[in-house]
């Protein structure tokens, strides 16, 4: 049953997720092969989510082929998620059962026996470094440990393929950097990671290779690396102004740097040379209240993608 | 003048009241009137040939003797509920409560505002049941604007004392428990349905010293104008004294549940 | 009768016939209740005595003896099977409605579970077992309590129990169902409109005969159907009428496990 190892783990063509009139996600294609870390980063209501559900096997596709592992989700639904993880956007914990417990009765919905589950749930515990709170209930523990606590019971049934729906959305950085080195662990160990984020530094942290989604579509794709250098020149220069004039002054500086863009608070003029286009923004007698250069981001990447203010 | 600020707290109760008002009043008139004709006729269609009957009743038809006792014992059901869940709610999970105490207001008021929404809730309740009773004949009377204000009554009684105790909770895991143990067997045996001279001695001595039993008796009485001013003034003065001793207990849980 | 045993093959859809683990829901509840709950489900043994006392001692004395089926009964006990009847309806009710509501909307319990191998079938069959299993709990208790009071009428009495989980069965399915359509906590303050005049109004304190040409809308109730069954039982009483009840409440389940699948699948695999 399960196919050869080079496979692609999931392959996607032209994948759309309709609900009634309105395009959840508008014909991706997408290749994630075995052992990659891979991600999906866009803004809310890109179709993410959508995404990561069909692949989940718990929302079926319009129109367009996914397979996973080789098998198609609407007929090998069951087989498939027996062999996978999820870490979805809200933690689902059973509020009614300690955390052990917890791991445990995932573990029997895989139909692992007990003693299995309990053997699982120790080591498990110890690699998100909760084996103090074994036998606590839910309510009492911080947000970053309910995260740890869904991911270890995700990984139960020792999954090939593990899927987390924004990881660390709503964490404190400690939080989210514990979660960062748990997640290396597991791609260290040869699990694969899909995961969908809109925080760029989780996504040049974590992905191997990435797509963006805007509206249902992918509009990029490749490495975190390969995406700054395609999309962006290699240095920003940030201006900010007095509040309210940014669109005034920054018809000033036309012609500075490659491409220029207007935020609400502050202008961005992206530049192979940062430097050089300060010194011409000084030359040309246009004062900001303070000006910084710094080398350009998945965040430049995704605004330059997604963005809705640009001005080229 | 400014609004007292009771008052105050008592509006963020009716706010939320005012969202489910339909099928609250729904309820609050629906089951009294499906109480009296499933138990009241029916039940006392079979009691009502029975030659002991008239005996135990006290000269009343069947319908006549349950009718009344229905005013009691929904402002209890009504008023214990509103002082289990909503008050878990108030500290625990819609946490109202702190964001009254986190305003001018002070512990004791936000208690305050509480109490003073339970007498508004088994007002409103007991007014639906009394709407119904209007409705027939057996027991269309000026006692039932009596009635009224003692069922209400009968419902803080039981209220304010409950919510103190449910403001010490932790979880609402006990609460099943009160309502299996001490609403249920009240309902079933505080005389509400049959005379609690049927019932052995010693159940019948527990039963003198309920409030139901003293709400139904109140309610019962006004309603037929039965009731005699000195046994008035001894149900009454239970019931408030029930009241103002719950309500002060509360005032004093609710402070330290507020100031933790 | 080979198309009738071909029906259900053909009305109950692929979600219920595809399920083959609906036990891991009952192994849940049991992890539940094994840290404490047990105590709130052993309380419940209580209500049968209260309100089998109340029987006995008040309305007993109040009423004397009814004439049902053309023979006089002591009304204890011509209540008490009715009630036994009420009770399976009430216990898996409560646990099909305001559970199943908490565990569907606020503890996400079945959207984890759909995450793995589980299916929907999974979910609305073993959550129904469960409701079933917790009215047939509190079945048992009232038929022990009926028995150790003497209210008993003959020893088919014991064929009520069986009855009573048939009736837990399909309130608990169309209860489920129905909670699926719940939108927040204000809709359940219309279960009890229904419920209550269920429970009057289903020949449980007093004769079919006595709704003289309104006996029709009793019949509708599905109650009636359980109360008439285990009414008959105590007596030692069968008729082919049960046959018609059970058909009743046998429909009644299939069309709630049925319709709780599907909705899963729709509110929850979208």
Redesign the interface.
Known sequence: MPTDSNAPLITAEHLVKRFGDFVAVDGIDVEVPRGESFGFLGPNGAGKSSTMRMIGCVSPVTEGRLRIFGLDPATDGKQIRSRMGVVPQMDQLDEQLTVEDNMILYGRYFDIPRAECKRRAKELLEFVQLTDRAKSKIEPLSGGMKRRVTIARSLINEPELLLLDEPTTGLDPQARHVLWDRLYRLKQRGVTLVLTTHYMDEAEQLCDRLVVMDQGKIVAMGSPRELIEKHSPREVLELRYPAGTNDERASDLDGVGNRREVLPDRVLIYADDGEAALAEVHRRGSRPESALVRRSSLEDVFLRLTGRSLVD | MGTPATVRAWESHFTLYR??WK??M??AF??PL??L???GL??G???DR?D??EN??DGLT?FQFLAPGLLATTAMMVCTNEAMWPVMGGFKWMRGFHAQAASPLSPGEVAGGLALWHATKGLISVTGVAAVLALFAETRSFGLLLAVPFGALTGVAFAAPLTAWSATRESD?SF??IN??II??LF??GGA??PIS???NWMESIAKVTPLWHGVELCRGAVHGRLGVGEALVHIAVLVSLALVGWLAARITFARKLAA | MITLAGLPLRIVPVQVMQATRPHRMLERQWMVNRA?GW??LL??F??PL??L??IR???G????D?EDGGRLIP?AEFVAPALMAASAMNGALYESTMNVFFRLKYDKVYDAALATPLTSGDVALGEIGYATIRGALYSSAFLVTMWALGMTSSAWAIGMLPVAILISFAFSAIGMAATTYMRSW??F??V??IM??MF??SAT??PLS?YGDWQWVVQISPLYHGVAMTRSLNLGEWSWAFGGHLVVLVAMALFGVTLTAKRIERLLLP
């Not at chain 3, 004395?61 to 004397?64: E, N, P, Y």
Request: aromatic residues 22%; charged residues 5%; proline residues 7%.
């Open positions: 969202t489910i099928s609250n729904l309820g629906l089951q499906l109480y004709v499933g138990m029916g039940v269609a079979l009691v029975g002991n009957a135990l009743l069947y895991n099943p428990a299996r143990f249920m067997p079933l045996f349905f049959y049927q019932l052995p | 404490g105590m709130v309380s419940g209580f209500e209260f309100y006392l109340s001692v008040g309305f004395a109040l009423v004397g009814v009304y204000a809709d303050e219309y009890p409109s209550l005049p009057l109004f304190f007093y006595s």
